[in-house]
């Protein structure tokens, strides 16, 4: 899979897009924070990094359908849940 700076990253919260923006307004390279991370954190296949966020930040709550897609990846998709009691 190919990944550049016009790779397109994007948020839907209930089938409505919340958050679009291409990696190159990353303030970090995505090569930077795996670096970074990698001095802090084990990390393994499948671990998801999250980040700071573009334009469009919002409340997700309790029983929202979340999807998460960066260029030709296959997207995350989950439902909020509700707070752990742990």
């Known amino acids: 899979i190919k990944i550049g ?5 994007q948020l839907e919260v209930n089938g409505a897009i919340r958050q679009s923006s291409p990696l190159a307004k990353m303030v970090y390279s995505i090569p930077e924070v795996i ?7 084990y990390l393994q296949k499948g671990d ?3 980040t700071g ?7 997700i709550n ?4 979340v999807s998460i897609t960066c260029g030709e990846f ?3 998709k989950f439902v909020v849940g509700p707070p752990s009691s742990e």
Do not use: K, N
């Open 5 to 9: 700076d016009d790779t397109q990253i």
């Open 35 to 41: 670096s970074h991370l990698s001095e802090l954190f």
């Open 48 to 50: 998801l990094i999250m």
């Open 53 to 59: 966020t573009p334009a469009g930040v919002g409340e």
């Open 62 to 65: 309790v029983g929202d359908e």
């Open 74 to 76: 296959l997207p995350c």
